[in-house]
């Protein structure tokens, strides 16, 4: 037992024991067990990819990715690109998948040159990568021509809308296969868990190579690394390209299975909830494995899934949204002053 609780540690053990009582108090509150466990099974599937993408820089010792709103608008142009070519099913998912990955090394490349050039402060300079490649393509997405009737503002304007519905294109590409149907409210999306299993297993083997073994020795100790004859910019620059393709490829996961494409503001913040899931799942600022992007990404989206609805449920009231921003938030504060707290 003492084991156990060294190796995962009392944050991991205490949120999951949370999370269990949250379930258990369920039925007692009129909240499903099984339509809450399939939203959160569900939720894991779509942001498995993008919390994935945090370990390839932590493990190069780039540190926490908050610069992936880039591989997100990478997947962003992709998708829109695929829709404007008209392409639908499985197919138009691999044509987005197909464009967006020359964009995200394109940009990745940018990103850890940038990078190589203010080493030890990574984080917060990807911060402001993140934010401003943001607000950058605020504007593209007005001026970019676009002229799909599906995307664009009212009939024949110019210019992108804030939310573009994938329905009818590659709504549920992954997700649609091999599905899971148990009763009316209990729904696995196999086909989508076993694309985010075969991501995971290619970023398990590549780290098993002797490229990636030499990028996590550049995370460990770049001076050794260095005096071994391995370029430790170059790996540097490899890992920030493999997060940003990652990051590109997951927000067309996600896209399939929530349905829209989200422009302009939307991919803002999304780097701070996979970096709290993938520190909440064991990660530290220079390693990180495949168990902590599963267990975080498990836990952090069961709290955000389990805590509205029980809540609601208990104060017979709709604080839905005030509660997800008030716990999804709260848990990226717990995440982020827990490691600088390990860090000192």
Known sequence: MQKFIEDAGWPRIIIGLFLCALFIAAPFVGVRIDASLSDTLVRVGMNGILVLAMVPMIQSGCGLNFGLPLGIISGLLGAVTSIQI???????????????????????????????????????????????????????????????????????????????????????????????????????????????????????????????????????????????GINVDRMRTLSVILSTVLGAIGILVYEQSFGFIQLYMGPFYMAFPAVAAILLGGASVNKASIINVVVGTFLFQGILTMTPSVINSVMQTDMSEVIRIIVSNGMILYALTRKVVVKR
Do not use: H
């Open 86 to 228: 008209g392409i639908r099913g499985g197919v138009g998912f691999l044509i987005a998948a197909t464009i967006a990955i020359p964009i995200a090394v394109v940009l990745g490349w940018l990103y850890g040159q940038l990078l190589n050039r203010v080493k030890g402060d990574e984080m917060m300079i990807a911060t402001y990568v993140g934010f401003s490649s943001v607000a950058v393509m605020c504007i593209a997405w007005l001026l970019l021509p676009y002229t799909s009737p599906t995307m664009i503002w009212g009939y024949g304007g110019s210019g992108l809308r804030t939310t573009i519905s994938v329905e009818g294109f590659w709504l549920n590409a992954l997700s649609k296969y091999v599905k899971i149907q148990i009763g009316e409210f209990f729904y696995v999306p196999v086909g989508m868990f076993v694309f985010f299993a075969t991501i995971a297993f290619l970023v398990w083997a590549f780290f098993r190579t002797k490229v990636g073994t030499a990028m996590t020795a550049v995370g460990s100790n770049p001076e050794f690394a260095r005096a071994s």
